[in-house]
């Protein structure tokens, strides 16, 4: 049985293992519970921890996608009667008639539910819009893990019928993003509150522990972009990612505060950060698992973590301003890949890079018509201070670039909330994603879109760039059309990756409540941690 952080689990892992080190213990940060999946055990009540053991015991049925439908429902009566779930005369007539995809029914010592997902055909668009049977059942067991915490379930025994691996890892992946919570300050709820112990059959230990890493990675994501901005701010965030990654074997934190971030020449993120009573820092997050295979050159991937955005003195009004605590959720998103490859073990070289800065408005707050001079050298203009997601980027992107040797990177990818024009074009829930390399852009769509976390390509159209020309210096952070504005922003900083292949991603980083699956509350979605992870696992260079 695994312990509650899955170690034993892990130990079940099928084919050759490498030894990759001694992955970090840390069991919360800033409040929430980083274990994930607790199990039980069939019959003997709740064996892991807390379980609000007084609830009743329900049953969550999943059925494979594959299934015809008088498949479905025969089998799926025959496995409930074999569970000791007796369906009386009149749900009975329900089950065997009615398609569906979630079925609630009442069994003899609680809920049961049953997750049948149809298949809905979306054509076109190379498959890329399609859901994936892994989409659609971690949607629907999303969608069932709220019932289950309202009514104080103790214990949720799972069992799949010819479920796939996918299915079943979208299952587990589906109750754990259900069943986080953030609202900590609310009277009578705490975070990561009393939740239902699992009970598995047909669902094997590593694939528990898989799900269980990419769950609490995505739920890392969420929770860091639903903290207040006080609580968050550039200080305590980089603090935060070396405190989680304490006690690890593989993963290093190097913490960059204002003056060595001033002494290193990052004239953008000091520019942007000075003007905050937290100033400006770069988080290093290095990952070099032992005895990997996969990789020559390591990946590097970098977040925006402006931690609130004011605009600066080009002062947002009150609307734009209010979800503006999310605007570090590129980064947090990266803190939870690097969490994921961490914990997984993952056998692929990354360094992680966060740009914190708070965007304030202040006597010492960065001005329109300064000229910052960047880390490589090149001046900018400041057009507008509220473009200060790009600056902060442009600046860590010459660190990663500039590893030498063996730590040079053979990929730079950017995850950040950088343009209001990217939501316009593709809405809160498609990300934005600009490559300079096909292969790797078609890899990550297709992966996006295997792990339901979807992105859109969008074009480097080299002729905006015109927006961007600034008389007194070597580019000016924005320029005065708005049209295009997420491609113009794009062009800025293809302006600072040198000759590495590079993927931009413009997302949105936040739920809109109420919100579909797992996400049923407004909210940080972790956006991109499902997509990148799978894109991780199947990495291989040249
Ligand atoms: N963080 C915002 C972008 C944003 C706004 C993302 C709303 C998601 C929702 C960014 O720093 C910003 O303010 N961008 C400006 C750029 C403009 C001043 C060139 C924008 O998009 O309006
Ligand atoms: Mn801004
Ligand atoms: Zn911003």
Redesign the pocket.
């Given at each position: 049985m695994a312990d509650k952080r899955g170690r034993g689990a892990e130990q079940g892992k099928a084919g050759p293992k490498t030894p990759a080190g001694k992955p970090s213990e840390a069991t919360s940060i800033f409040g929430l519970p980083l274990g994930g999946l607790v199990l039980g055990s069939a019959g003997a009540g709740a064996k892991g921890k807390k379980s609000g053991a007084s609830g009743p015991r329900a049953r969550l049925v999943v059925v494979g996608v594959g299934l015809t439908d008088g498949e479905r429902s025969v089998e799926t009566l025959s496995l409930l009667t074999k569970a000791g779930v007796d369906l009386d005369g009149w749900q009975r007539e329900r089950f065997l008639k009615k398609r569906g995809e979630v079925f609630s029914l009442l069994g003899r010592e609680g809920p049961v539910w049953v997750l049948a997902p149809v298949a809905r055909p979306n054509g076109g668009h190379h498959g890329l819009l399609e859901l994936s049977p892994y989409t659609l059942l971690r949607d629907l067991a999303g969608a069932v893990a709220g019932p289950a915490l309202e009514n104080a379930v103790s214990e949720l025994s799972v069992s799949f019928l010819r479920a796939s691996d996918d299915e079943i890892l979208g299952t587990l992946v589906g109750l754990e993003l259900g069943f986080y919570r953030f609202r900590t300050l609310r009277p009578g709820i705490v975070a990561g509150q009393a939740r239902p112990s699992l009970v598995l059959d047909g669902a094997s230990m590593p694939q528990l522990a898989a799900a269980q890493h990419l769950a609490s990675a995505t739920n890392l994501a969420r929770h860091l972009v639903n903290l207040p901005p006080a609580d968050l701010d550039p200080a305590r965030y980089a603090a935060a990612a070396k405190d989680l990654f304490a006690g690890s074997t593989t993963m290093t934190v190097e913490i960059w505060d204002p003056k060595r971030v001033e002494k290193e020449g990052m004239g953008l993120l000091h520019g942007v950060g000075k003007g905050a009573a937290e100033g400006p820092r770069l988080v290093h997050m290095r990952y070099r698992p032992k005895g990997k295979t996969r990789s020559k050159q390591p990946l590097a991937f970098v977040g925006k973590g402006?931690t609130f955005?004011t605009?600066g003195l080009?002062i947002?009004d009150a609307g734009?301003m209010r979800?503006?605590k999310?605007?570090m959720g590129g980064s947090a998103s990266v803190l939870g890949l690097a969490y994921w490859a961490e914990q997984s073990e993952l056998d692929v070289d990354c360094d992680f890079y966060l740009a914190l800065a708070e965007?304030a408005v202040d006597r010492h707050a960065f001005h329109p018509g300064d000229i910052l001079r960047a880390r490589n050298g090149q001046t900018v203009e400041i057009d507008?201070t509220?473009?200060?997601?790009r600056l902060v980027l442009a600046d860590a992107f010459d660190v990663a670039i500039s590893q030498k040797g063996k730590d040079a990177p053979a990929v730079l990818f950017d995850l950040a909330?950088?343009?209001?024009?990217?939501?316009v074009g593709l809405g809160t829930r498609l990300a934005g994603m600009f490559a300079t390399d096909d292969k790797l852009a078609d890899a990550l769509l297709r992966a996006g879109q295997l792990r339901g976390d979807p992105m859109w390509r969008m074009p480097l159209w080299t002729d905006y760039a015109v927006g961007l020309k600034s008389v007194v210096a070597d580019v000016a952070?924005?320029g005065p059309g708005?049209f295009g504005?997420a491609i113009?922003?794009a062009l800025f900083l293809a302006r600072f990756v040198g000759q590495v292949p590079w993927v931009h991603i413009d997302m949105?980083?936040w739920a809109e409540g109420p919100g579909i699956g797992g996400l049923g509350e407004p909210g940080g979605n972790g956006q991109c941690v499902q997509a990148l992870a799978r894109f991780l696992e199947t990495y291989k260079d040249g």
């Open positions: 402006i955005d605009g080009d947002k734009s979800l503006m999310k605007d965007n507008n509220d473009a200060e997601g909330t950088l343009t209001g024009a990217m939501r952070n924005s708005r504005g113009t922003a949105y980083g």
